[in-house]
Every structure is written in structure tokens, then in C-alpha cells.
């Protein structure tokens, strides 16, 4: 298996028969990354084909598996539009798949006001009446999108630091903000260049935990 994924010689759905071969018989996530030499991210996409609807299933022979995979998240709490997505496109590529999430996620659709609030909470958009001209468009959680959270809403004056790995680069896992592409996604500060980027948690390492106390 670890010869064919080098080699570029199986497709998406062959690699997801395997993973979720492994993962019934017991192994983890983890453990199926180690030895496969990918990412817990790779693995998590690849066992996620199983559970998506036919319609993104037939795209994966044409279109980039990553792209798809963030269709579903979409498609999890908005099927129609997806599925009008795909039936207009036989095959698309990562940037034009994150193009129509990011639209998707900015146009309410008709379903919004009896959705339940946990649907609210993996948009990125809160359960509450609609803010004043005074209020703060708040999101997740009541965290203000894009901010830090005040001091004063914190338990502790410590700050936790939680520092992670993305495909070889190391960085900061921001967690006083919310993501505007979702639940799934966090904020991260890449050590190399400063580079602030929004990543699918399912890709990232943690490497370590501590407190930093202030001066």
C-alpha cells in the first residue's frame, strides 16, 4: 500500500477502502498515518469518502479529493445546495470548490430560521437576535470574528499556548478567534513568515501545551 501511494497508482476510493479496512480491525487514525507516512488529515479525509452521499463520491475520479472533502462539510448542513453545485460542475478544482463554500457560507438559505443552534455554531454565526448598530457581530461561541477575546472575558490571566505542526511547518494555534470557513477550521500563525492561514484541523499536529503567565 505504502509502494502504490508513493507511486501515485491508487485512487481516492482504493486508499479509502484500506483505511477503512484498518480502522475496523481496530487500528487508529494515528497509528494508520504513521505507517503509512501521511497525515492524520490524509487518513481523516480518506475515511470520511465512506459517509459522503453518491453525488461527491462521483466527483472524486475527476476532482481533488481535499476539494470534495470540504464539500461535505458543506454539504452536512446545506445538501441542496451542494448537490446544485455539483450537478453543474462535472469536475472542479480546490479553488473553485472553496470559492462557493465561502459563498455559500456568506447567503443564508431558506432553511436558516429553523435551524437548530448548533447549525449556527458550525457557520461560524450565532443563535441570537440580530445585532443592533451598537452591538458586535459576534460568532462562534460569542467570540467575536477575526479578534481576540477582552482580557476581561478570560478565566485566568494566563494565556495557553498550543503549538502545532501543518505539513512540515511549524506555528500557533490562535485560540481567541474563531474561523470563518467553520467549526472544522482553526487560525494559525506559521513561524517562518508570520503567515496567518485558516486550516482544517483534521491536518494539524499538536506538539505542545503551556501556559504563558504575563509579566
Given at each position: 500500500m505504502v509502494e502504490n501511494i508513493q507511486r501515485d497508482d491508487l485512487s481516492a476510493t482504493e486508499i479509502a477502502a484500506?483505511?477503512?479496512?484498518?480502522?475496523r480491525a481496530g487500528e487508529k487514525q494515528k497509528d494508520i498515518a504513521r505507517r503509512l507516512a501521511k497525515s492524520k488529515g490524509f487518513v481523516a479525509m480518506h475515511a470520511s469518502i465512506g459517509q459522503m452521499p453518491q453525488v461527491l463520491r462521483d466527483k472524486l475520479s475527476a476532482s481533488p479529493l481535499r476539494a470534495v472533502y470540504e464539500l461535505y462539510q458543506l454539504w452536512k448542513r446545506d445538501a441542496a445546495r451542494v448537490e446544485e453545485f455539483c450537478a453543474q460542475h462535472e469536475s472542479f478544482s480546490r479553488p473553485q470548490a472553496e470559492a462557493f463554500i465561502e459563498e455559500a457560507l456568506a447567503k443564508p438559505?431558506?432553511?436558516?430560521?429553523?435551524?437548530?443552534?448548533?447549525?449556527?455554531i458550525i457557520r461560524g454565526e450565532p443563535s441570537l437576535p440580530q445585532p443592533t448598530?451598537?452591538?458586535?457581530?459576534?460568532g462562534a461561541a460569542g467570540?467575536?470574528?477575526?479578534?481576540?477575546v477582552p482580557a476581561a472575558q478570560r478565566k485566568s490571566a494566563s494565556e495557553v499556548i498550543m503549538r502545532v505542526r501543518h505539513e512540515q511547518r511549524g506555528g500557533?494555534?490562535?485560540l481567541g478567534r474563531v474561523s470563518k470557513r467553520g467549526s472544522h477550521f482553526g487560525i494559525v500563525v506559521f513561524d517562518d513568515h508570520?503567515?496567518?492561514?485558516q486550516v482544517l484541523l483534521a491536518e494539524l499536529a499538536?506538539?505542545?501545551i503551556r501556559m504563558h503567565e504575563p509579566l
Open positions: 484500506f483505511i477503512e479496512a484498518r480502522l438559505n431558506e432553511n436558516d430560521d429553523a435551524e437548530p443552534a448548533t447549525e449556527h448598530k451598537d452591538e458586535t457581530k459576534h467570540l467575536p470574528e477575526g479578534e481576540f500557533r494555534l490562535i508570520g503567515e496567518e492561514a499538536l506538539v505542545e
